[in-house]
């Protein structure tokens, strides 16, 4: 019996370890087995001076410490949250994507489905016209075991630390749970695109997993997203500067995402808002040029021209009033945006191309 269990673990263990293997020839950079783990990152101190007695009852949630700022019994509502993870005072913005979207400069990107390789990712990382890559994680078989081992291949932005890449990572993931949003950030993802997003409530919810705290609950898993081929070197630190440079689009897709178009737009923390054109002709019967839908496309306009939040949709739409933010690489000299449509769907585009949009 444990011989079949341990020929089981080796036929489990041998196609991850044969993966890794694979990119370390190929000169993709360290494999994600390679980041040691070190106790939640805390160092072993020489001494416990504020450590409770042995086998007694401290009192902590009554009285406070010595020197605290948080006087009086624990409150979680009166909680003063402490400087530590606080940037100095005009600790400048890194992250090439947040920095374009707060001045309103126009971003674009490169569609990467999830089960490509890393040459492909490569290929659109490394050119300079795209901003970030827009890794498919709703419409793509990929698991993010794929997505990891495509951006560590290219990992962070040259210039920075040990990194690499023009474009920053970024992915769609399928729905606001914290699993997906926790597995793409601490991987490195600089960028969270999530989908069909139907109420002012959903948008709270991927807020809250995508920031740290104060602002969010995102837990402090960053094993790899600290280290310095990703944002280790980061002006101010990563963990720190996170919350600043992180950059949240929400895709409305569905007409219960257009009632709420207005409370979604202005949820803090939402960079930009996204308008689905495919699935908003999917979810409503119509389609681009119809009076009913262009309506629908209009109310995502307003509500990001409302809330001040940057408006975001297919690069054919790059002469679009208002629109900022693409999925799909800039126009061709002469010639009007590339993409079209809500999102890849199809196969791994060819090294350094954007996946056809659907």
């Known amino acids: 019996m444990k011989l079949r269990y341990m020929v ?70 009166t909680w003063k949250f402490g400087p530590r993870s606080t940037p100095a005072p005009g600790t400048p913005l890194w992250s090439p994507v947040k920095k374009k979207m707060v001045a309103g400069e ?31 994680m709703q419409h793509s078989p990929g698991t993010y075991q794929n997505a990891a081992l495509m951006w560590t291949a290219c990992p962070g932005l040259a210039g920075m630390g040990e990194g690499k ?5 970024g992915a769609r993931i399928p729905t606001t749970n914290e699993m997906d949003v926790q597995h793409a950030t601490d991987m490195g993802a600089m960028v969270i695109v999530i989908p069909t997003i139907d109420s002012a409530a959903e948008a709270a919810e991927g807020v809250k997993w995508t920031y740290f705290p104060p602002m969010g609950r995102r837990s402090a898993g960053s094993n790899v997203a600290g280290q310095p081929i990703w944002w280790g070197a ?19 897709e569905t007409l219960e995402g257009i ?21 908003l002709g999917n979810f409503s019967g119509y389609g681009q040029g119809d009076p009913d839908y262009e309506r629908l496309i209009n109310i995502v306009h307003d509500a990001t021209v409302k809330a001040k939040v940057r408006l975001c ?7 679009r009033n208002d629109f900022t933010c693409f999925q799909g690489g800039p126009p061709a000299p002469g010639g009007r945006g590339a993409g079209r449509g809500r999102g890849a769907r199809g196969a791994a585009p060819a090294a350094g191309a954007p996946a056809p949009a659907q």
């Open 313 to 319: 949709g297919p690069s054919a739409w790059n002469d």
């Open 234 to 252: 980061a002006p101010g630190g990563y963990r720190a500067t996170y919350n600043d440079n992180v950059t949240l689009i929400l895709m409305i």
């Open 8 to 77: 089981a673990a080796m036929c489990v263990a041998l196609p991850v370890v044969a993966g890794v293997a694979l990119a370390q020839q190929a000169g993709r950079g360290p494999a994600l087995s390679e980041a040691p783990l070190t106790g939640d990152g805390v160092a072993a101190p020489a001494a416990f001076p504020l450590q409770a007695a042995k086998g007694v009852d401290s009192g902590a949630k009554a009285r406070p410490l010595p020197g605290s700022t948080n006087t009086g019994a624990f409150n979680k509502n």
């Open 165 to 169: 890449a023009h474009a920053m990572p």
């Open 106 to 136: 126009k971003v674009y990107s490169a569609t990467i489905n999830a089960h490509g390789t890393p040459e492909q990712y490569c290929a659109a990382a490394m050119n300079p016209q795209y901003d970030f890559i827009w890794t498919e």
């Open 259 to 279: 009632s709420e178009a207005d409370q979604i737009a202005a949820t803090k923390g939402v960079t930009g808002v996204f308008a689905a054109s495919s699935d």
